[in-house]
């Protein structure tokens, strides 16, 4: 079983920051892309960054500038570094991997996390 962890989340004021931890377990022969998500109150999932094994990345035009996205691939590890934060980024965040559980090309599936809340409220 493969599992992706979230932490970081909280309630921050506008213009602060965080920063969110995503830790991929269990059976994992290679991670390729990572990404963050959220999805606030009434709204769609949205992609926020994504990153791929080689550290190319991909953000939403709202959060370029303000947010950045690595991964740590010997810890199985993305991080999302959020700074200068407004009411609008509160949401709930998941962590999204695409990676390969099995030896197996049917092995390769698409994980999420269980997400962490962000409010980011003065």
């Known amino acids: 079983q493969v599992q992706l962890v979230e932490s970081g989340g909280g309630l921050v004021q506008p213009g602060g920051s965080l920063r969110l931890s995503c830790a991929a377990s269990g059976s994992i022969f290679s991670i390729y892309a990572m990404g963050w998500y959220r999805q606030a109150p009434g709204k769609q999932r949205e992609l926020v960054a994504a990153?791929?094994?080689?550290?190319?990345?991909n953000y939403a035009d709202s959060v370029k500038g303000r947010f950045t996205i690595s991964r740590d691939n010997a810890k199985n590890t993305v991080y999302l570094q959020m700074n200068s934060l407004k009411p609008e980024d509160t949401a709930v965040y998941y962590c999204?991997?695409?990676?390969?559980?099995?030896?197996?090309?049917?092995?390769?599936?698409?994980?999420w996390g269980k997400g962490t809340l962000v409010t980011v409220s003065s």
């Open positions: 990153i791929t094994s080689g550290g190319s990345t």
């Open positions: 999204n991997a695409d990676l390969q559980s099995g030896p197996y090309p049917a092995d390769v599936g698409d994980y």
